[in-house]
């Protein structure tokens, strides 16, 4: 298996732009989790999915982030209108309930200027 | 609610010695799952080893392993004959393990380990 696939690796954009990042988790895993990582935060949780439903999203940080999963092999994370502050690492992960193991993508650097 | 706590922002170990990472875990949870990631400078997170709150012994994994404290909730990883290549930082974690499933892994803040030669 190819591992969790993110893209684009790396992102630089313009203030008010929209953002898409995108996430192809491992065939059969079940739970898909975005993960945004900073220097002030840390690691933190923003949303994750169950079966493609989102089970929680207490972590998005307003309601200029929204995420997907429209079907079991793909998931988006949008973000619109971007703004420095979000500049971060976005991760995505995913797992499978019988199995304590979590994968994760290389992850997408983003930065807004 | 679940928190995780690395006491220490850096380390430094020669190389071929041993280190221990220190974790801490806050839980009222029975069943709980704990994980060391590795985070090199290209920025990928590496699984390293995961142990289960039910686990009487406990986990290694080549020269990794993990000193399971249930009492104290601690979870320290130790790693043995350092190598340059384990330069990078090293995050514990925690996961929930409920019977509906619930699956958040919680992070610490990280610890930088520095291998010198």
């Known amino acids: 298996d190819a591992g969790v696939i993110q893209s684009p690796r790396h992102e630089v954009t313009e203030m008010g732009q929209e953002v898409t990042l995108r996430c192809k988790p491992i065939s059969g895993h079940d739970y898909l989790f975005w993960y945004r990582q900073t220097m002030m935060r840390g690691l933190e949780l923003l949303i994750y999915?169950?079966?493609?439903?989102?089970?929680?999203d207490s972590g998005m940080p307003e309601d200029r982030f929204s995420a997907k999963m429209p079907n079991a092999s793909f998931s988006t994370l949008k973000i619109q209108p971007s703004e420095p502050r979000d500049s971060a690492v976005y991760f995505c992960?995913?797992?499978?309930?019988?199995?304590?193991?979590?994968?994760f993508g290389s992850g997408t650097r983003l930065t807004v200027v | 609610a679940q928190k995780i706590t690395q006491t220490q922002p850096g380390m430094f170990v020669q190389e071929k010695e041993a280190v221990t990472l220190d974790c801490t875990y806050d839980t009222s949870d029975q069943s709980y799952g704990l994980f060391w990631y590795k985070q090199p400078s290209s920025g990928e997170m590496i699984f390293l080893i995961y142990q289960g709150s039910y686990d009487e012994q406990n986990a290694t994994e080549g020269r990794y392993s993990l000193n399971f404290q249930k009492a104290r909730k601690s979870a320290n990883l130790v790693i043995s004959a350092s190598q340059l290549g384990d330069s990078a930082m090293y995050f514990c974690?925690?996961?929930?393990?409920?019977?509906?499933?619930?699956?958040?892994?919680?992070f610490g803040t990280g610890t930088r380990l520095t291998v010198i030669p």
């Open positions: 992960a995913s797992s499978h309930t019988d199995y304590y193991g979590y994968t």
């Open positions: 999915f169950n079966n493609n439903v989102p089970i929680d």
């Open positions: 974690a925690m996961r929930r393990l409920l019977s509906t499933g619930a699956n958040n892994l919680f």
